[in-house]
Structures are given as structure tokens and as C-alpha cells.
């Protein structure tokens, strides 16, 4: 569902944080008419940024677009320091690479699909293993302690938690750059790129000209 929401309160921009990564991907936000903060907005993955006097025709074009990009799949997959790319396979923390191997990126990638979420043995099994059963080894847990020791050398440690049944989640809240509000995961590899990350609206209110 795509909605937009209206930045227009007290203080509202200084509580973007309070709005988890995926939420933060379907909101349009209305009404920043200060370019320094439109553009902080968007680095913290908010769908789309505009100004309260937009015509009311070009807010829906923009809603269309955002709409048809999260049927897409990005190549550049971003989330505060870290950035996936998914042609090399490969996953940058700002623009170092981690080196990591193709099941370590799969499992990294699959994790962002569920940011501050639990992802099941069982679903990590059939994502990324491509199993229909979970096999009495402790492969997962070999990969995953080799893609956190990958993550911890380039500054992004105790950003995968293991949850209750042997699952994993990545804790976006981590990846924040500190002293660096907004300051979002390959934010240049994706200008570089012309890849854009996948967009998405959250429900709330705006006044438009028409």
C-alpha cells in the first residue's frame, strides 16, 4: 500500500529513527522545504522526499514510481554502513570490501531481506542451502561464524544476532554510522551505479496544491 506522510510537525525529522528500516522504505514524507534535510531523509531510505507545494499530478507519478520499484530487485542493497552488491556478490562496509564468499553473500543478502527480524534455520536452509530438510550439520553455523568474523574485521560486529531455535537476525540499528546520521551503506557505489535501493510508503498525511 503506498501512503505519504507530512514531516510538517515539531521535531518530526529528529524522530525518523523511531520508524524501522522497512517502514522507512514506504513512506513518501511532504513537507521539508529544506533541501539539506530532504536529502537526510532519503539517506535514511524514506521512499521519496518533497516539499509541501508539490502539484498534486507529480506526487502521484512519484507514488507510481516508488510503487513500481518494489517490484524490483536492486543490485545495490544498502542499510547504514553496510552495502550488498548483488552482480559482484560481493558486501562493502562503506567502500572496503568484506571478501566474502558466494554462500556467505547469500546468507548476508537473505538476512536483509528480514531486517530486524528473525530468519529460521529452516528458512535459511531453503533460501540459500536450497533444501527441502534441514541435514543434522552444523554448516550453518560454520558459514555464519565466518561471515561475522568477515563483518567484525571491517568494522560491522555483533551486527547478526542468533535468536531462540537457531535463527539469525540482522540488526539494523548496528549498522548506524555513528556521528553519521543518515549516512546510508553505498550511498555512492548506488550514484555510481544508477541503482536505486527498494523504496517503499508508509500511511500517514500531506496537503498537496493541485
Known amino acids: 500500500m503506498l501512503a505519504v506522510t507530512d514531516a510538517c510537525e515539531p521535531n518530526w525529522i529528529d524522530r525518523a529513527d523511531d520508524y524501522s528500516v522497512a517502514a522507512r522504505r514506504r513512506m513518501i514524507v511532504g513537507g521539508v522545504a529544506d533541501g539539506d534535510k530532504r536529502a537526510f531523509l532519503l539517506a535514511k531510505g524514506f521512499g521519496d522526499v518533497v516539499t509541501n507545494d508539490i502539484h498534486i499530478e507529480e506526487l502521484g507519478l512519484r507514488a507510481r514510481r516508488v510503487a513500481e520499484s518494489l517490484t524490483k530487485l536492486p543490485r545495490i542493497r544498502s542499510i547504514g554502513r ?22 556467505e553473500f547469500a546468507l548476508l543478502w537473505r538476512l536483509t531481506d528480514n531486517i530486524d527480524q528473525s530468519v529460521s534455520k529452516q528458512a535459511l536452509i531453503r533460501d540459500v542451502w536450497r533444501l527441502g530438510f534441514v541435514p543434522e550439520t552444523n554448516s550453518i553455523a560454520v558459514h555464519m561464524s ?10 560491522l560486529d555483533n551486527i547478526i544476532d542468533t535468536v531462540s531455535g537457531g535463527g539469525y537476525r540482522l540488526c ?16 555512492d557505489r548506488s550514484a555510481r551505479m544508477h541503482a536505486s535501493e527498494n523504496p517503499s510508503v508508509g500511511l500517514g498525511s500531506f496537503s498537496a496544491n493541485g
Do not use: I
Not at 539494523?172 to 550511498?187: F, H, K, W
Open 82 to 103: 553496510l552495502s550488498l552488491d548483488l552482480l559482484e556478490r560481493e558486501a562493502y562496509c562503506k567502500e572496503t570490501p568484506l571478501n566474502l564468499n558466494p554462500r
Open 146 to 155: 565466518r561471515l561475522r568474523r568477515k563483518l567484525a574485521f571491517g568494522g
Open 172 to 187: 539494523a540499528s548496528d549498522l548506524e554510522a555513528p556521528g553519521q546520521p543518515g549516512s546510508s551503506m553505498g550511498q
